[in-house]
């Protein structure tokens, strides 16, 4: 699997963690990462998306917004939502398009991880709060978002709110490295970002980030 993403936009790049957890779950001597701005991995099927069941994807179990899971901090829900809304609306939308490019598949839904700045729209801009408009539905890219959240569970976004998140991109490389790489440390690691945060209604959502030194 090839595929060009930006790696200014951590929901693309979180997505890329999530094809490389479940590339290596499949064959744990399975390499990925980056060659400039182009994903290399080994092919996963996206029916393991759609296909999960309550708290798990391609059988891998998801607590990384618990207090002991790994990325507390990136639990950008709040409200009437929850992990298992969440990923109940996102393998919903992911449904119906199994036969088209994750990356570029979009369709309103109703519920989502915040993790894309493609698809988030800030409530101060238009003058209301999504809370109150449960039936809103919000543009979304339903395998990035999925991907991203199976990423989390394994690779560690550095930073927090008030200061930003930062990660990096790394070099071909099996999948333990790849997880040391992505939080900035070793020799695989190479280009680093970094990316803020904004509200839409009660929820967080990230914006574009940027390259950093």
Avoid at 46 to 62: C, F, N, R
Avoid at 72 to 79: E, F, R, V, Y
Avoid at 122 to 147: D, Q, Y
Avoid at 200 to 209: A, E, M, P, R, V
Wanted: glycine fraction near 10%; include cysteine; charge should be neutral.
């Amino acid at each position: 699997m090839k595929v060009t993403v930006d790696s200014n936009n951590l929901g693309e790049v979180l997505a890329c963690c999530g094809i490389a957890s479940l590339a290596a779950r499949a064959d744990p001597l399975a390499e990925s990462g980056f060659v400039g701005e182009t994903f290399e991995s080994a092919d996963v099927a996206m029916t393991d998306l759609v296909e999960s069941a309550k708290l798990e994807i391609g059988g891998i179990q998801l607590d990384w917004w618990e207090p002991w899971g790994l990325n507390p901090n990136m639990k950008l829900w709040a409200g009437q939502q929850s992990a298992t809304s969440v990923l109940k609306n996102l393998t919903h939308a992911c449904s119906a398009g199994q036969n088209e490019p994750w990356i570029d598949f979009t369709v309103p839904t109703t519920g989502r991880l915040g993790v894309d700045p493609l698809g988030s729209w800030n409530a101060l801009t238009i003058g209301w709060s999504p809370n109150e408009h449960k039936a809103v539905k919000m543009l979304c890219r339903p395998f990035v978002e999925l991907l991203a959240f199976v990423g989390l569970q394994h690779f560690s976004v550095g930073g927090n709110r008030h200061e930003g998140f930062t990660y990096a991109l790394w070099r071909p490389v099996a999948f333990p490295l790849a997880r040391i790489a992505f939080a900035g440390h070793g020799r695989f690691a190479s280009d680093r970002h970094l990316v803020h945060t904004t509200k839409s209604g009660s929820n967080t959502i990230l914006l574009s980030g940027r390259k950093v030194t």
